[in-house]
Nanobody
Framework: VQLQASGGGLVQVGDSLRLFCGASGRTISTDVMAWFRQVPGKEREFVAGIASRGGRTYYGDSVKGQFTISRDNAKKTVVLQMTSLKPEDTAVYYC????????????????????WGQGTLVTVSS
């Protein structure tokens, strides 16, 4: 599967932004989908993930209550809704996927994911 992230941009503190991850090549209905983010000099950080079945979601501690992940398998799209953005949310955001045979898993370790999009930059200006 090929993943394409989009929706990044320059926003102000407190704004909302929606990131999109579009997939091509095959269905994503069997995949756990996730968003990670990375700033220069730091490790790529897990942001949010959604299981392939049951709609189970999981969030990194720094974005709980602030970001929401959702998926539309028919449209092969995963959306990350970001609200109340802060300067520390500035990063390149990557979408990722892996085929999930367990169905309810949401790994937070980036090494567990096989497919990555190219990243989209989010800059939150104060």
């Amino acid at each position: 599967v090929q993943l394409q992230a989009s929706g990044g941009g320059l926003v102000q503190v407190g704004d909302s932004l929606r990131l999109f991850c579009g997939a091509s090549g095959r269905t994503i209905s069997t995949d756990v989908m996730a968003w990670f983010r990375q700033v220069p000099g730091k490790e790529r950080e897990f942001v949010a993930g959604i299981a392939s079945r049951g709609g189970r979601t999981y969030y990194g501690d720094s974005v709980k209550g602030q970001f929401t992940i959702s998926r539309d398998n028919a449209k092969k799209t995963v959306v990350l809704q970001m609200t109340s953005l802060k300067p520390e949310d500035t990063a390149v955001y990557y979408c990722a996927s892996k085929i999930s045979r367990v169905g309810l898993e949401v790994p937070t370790d980036r090494s567990r994911y096989d497919n990555w999009g190219q990243g989209t930059l989010v800059t939150v200006s104060s």
